[in-house]
C-alpha cells in the first residue's frame, strides 16, 4: 500500500523528551563518547544481552551471559545458551546492516534464531500472539498479511527517513513490528535490536547505550504500553514509553561516563578498570584481579574511595563486615 502510515500522532510530551535526550546525547559527547571507552562499551552490550533474553524468559544471570559470551563453560540449559551466543552475533551485526532494509532484518532474525527455530530468518506460516507471561496482549494478523504489512512498513520509513525524527520512527517501527509479530519466534529480540540499529544510525553512540536494560526494569509497563496501543489504535503510548526510558537510560550511561574522568584517583580508576558493571565481587576475588596482598591498601586506597563516590556498593549494606559482603559496580 503505497500510501500507508502508522497510525501515530506527535504530542507535547514526545516533543519534550525529544529534546531532553538530544540535550543528554550531547553531554555524552563531551566525554570523548562511548566509542573511545571498549571495556564501558563491552559491558552494556552484554546489558543489552542480557535484558532482552530475561524480557523472553531466559534465566541466565549476567555473569552467565558474560561467561558464554567469553566462552567460558556455563552449566545451563543449551538453548538459553545458544540463545545468548547468537544475540551476541547479532548485536554485533548493527553498524554493518541498513535500517531501512527488509532483507537485512531477516538476516538478523536467521542469526538470532540460528538452530533455535526452523523458520529462521523467514516469516510464520501460523498464527502468533504478543504474551506477557501467560497472559496474551492480542492475536497478531493472519500469516498470509505479513509479507505486505512488513513491506508497507519498511517502505514507510523508507520514505519518510529525513522527515520523521529517529527518535520517533524507531519508537513507531518497534510497536508495528511487534504488532505484525512477523515471525514464528524471536519478535521481540528483533524489535528491541532494530530500533537501536534505526537510532545507532542517527547517533553511534546508542550502539553501546542499553535501552534494553531499561525496559526490562519496567517490562510491565512495556506490554502495558503495546496492549493501550492496540485497544487505542495508535502507537503515541508505546512512543512516549520508549522516549521515557531512553531519556532515563542516558542518566546512567552520563554517569558511566563521567565516573571515568581525570578527577578520580587512579586507584580508583584501577579498581574500575576490572570490575563488570551490575556483578558481584568478593573481596578477595578484586584484590587478586587487581594483584594486591594487602587488605589494609584495598581498603584504604581502592575499596572506601569508591564507596564514598557511589561508584561501588554493597550487596549487604546494613551489614558491611558480613563474610558474605560482595561489591558491586554502579
Known sequence: MENYKPPYS???????LVASISEKLGKINVYHNLVAKPHLRRN?????????????ANSLSMGEVKDVIDGRIVFGPEREIKEVIN?????????????FSLKDLKKIHGVMTRELELEAGNFRNGDEGVFNGEKCIFMAPAPHLVPELMSDLFLWMKKNKTKVHPLIMSAVFHYEFV???????????????????????????????????????????YYKAIADCH??????MFI??????????LD?????????????SEYVKKLLDVMDFELPYSTV????????????????????????????VRTIPDKPNSKNQRYIKK
Not at 552520563?254 to 581525570?262: E, H, L, Y
Open 231 to 236: 485497544v487505542n489504535g495508535n502507537s503515541n
Open 285 to 312: 576475588t578484586i584484590m587478586k584481579m587487581l594483584g594486591i596482598k594487602s587488605r589494609e591498601t584495598f581498603r584504604k586506597n581502592y575499596l572506601d574511595p569508591a564507596l564514598e563516590l557511589g561508584l561501588v
Open 240 to 249: 512516549e514509553f520508549m522516549l521515557e526510558q531512553i531519556d532515563i537510560i
Open 44 to 56: 552494556n552490550r552484554i546489558k543489552s544481552i542480557h535484558s532482552s533474553l530475561k524480557i523472553e
Open 179 to 221: 504488532f505484525i509479530h512477523p515471525f514464528s519466534d524471536g519478535n521481540g529480540r528483533i524489535a528491541r535490536l532494530w530500533h537501536t540499529v534505526i537510532l545507532s544510525q542517527w547517533n553511534s553512540a546508542f550502539e553501546y547505550i542499553p535501552i534494553e536494560s531499561q525496559v526490562e526494569k519496567f517490562q510491565n509497563g
Open 10 to 16: 506527535i504530542t507535547e510530551d514526545m516533543l519534550n
Open 87 to 99: 544475540a551476541y552475533e547479532a548485536y554485533k551485526m548493527i553498524s554493518d546492516v541498513d535500517p
Open 252 to 264: 546512567e550511561v552520563i554517569g558511566q561516563v563521567s565516573r571515568t574522568d581525570d578527577t578520580l
